[in-house]
Each structure stands twice: as C-alpha cells, then as structure tokens.
C-alpha cells in the first residue's frame, strides 16, 4: 500500500524541468530519452512528463564513488573476437570450405 501511494502522491516535471536539475539542455534530456539512457518516463495526454523518485534512482545507479573504477574497468582486457572466416592454415577461404584445395 505505501508503494501505491508514493507513486500516486510523486511530483511529475517536465522535461525542462529535469534540465535544469540537471544543468543540461532540454535536448540532451531528450536524447537521453529517445536512446534509451535518461530516466523512465511517462507519457501523458502526449506530454512528456518523469516522476522525481525514478530521476533519483537514475541517478543514484550512476553515482560514482571514484574515477579509479572507470579506470579499471576502461583497463579491462577486450573480449576475444569472433571466430575469423579465414582459415589460420594459410589455406585460401575457397579451398577451405570447397574441401578439394584445388581450381576447378
């Protein structure tokens, strides 16, 4: 009951509103939106409109404690890349996948 009623009782602002919280523009906060990386939203009547409670929690997942995390993980080795469609045999990639190595 007390979920149902924060969500209910929530202030709602406008994507304005959200930039100048943010100290960005009304583009960038929509962007954000239409990519998928700004806090959820709602649609109302057309109106663009984002509950204060999911802006503080798209916030707090990216809240940083130090830059030495985004170092480590920028350090990370890059992950193994996809199978190559040429053979590492030297043969040519006709041959290969022929099976008889040889011109026809």
């Given at each position: 009951m007390c979920a149902e009623k924060s969500a209910t009782t929530d202030r709602l602002i406008t994507s304005q509103m959200l930039a100048d919280k943010l100290n960005k523009s009304r583009s960038t906060v929509q962007r954000q939106r239409t990519s998928?990386?700004?806090p959820?939203?709602?649609r109302v009547n057309g109106s663009?409109?984002?509950r204060e409670s999911d802006v503080d929690l798209w916030l707090d997942r990216h809240?940083?404690?130090s830059t030495e995390a985004l170092v480590e993980e920028q350090e990370k080795p890059a992950p193994p890349e996809a199978e190559?469609?040429?053979?590492?045999?030297?043969?040519r990639w006709w041959?290969?996948?022929r099976g008889d190595g040889?011109?026809?």
């Open positions: 998928g990386t700004g959820s939203y709602l663009i409109l984002y809240r940083q404690i190559q469609s040429t053979p590492h045999d030297g043969e041959e290969k996948r040889g011109d026809q």
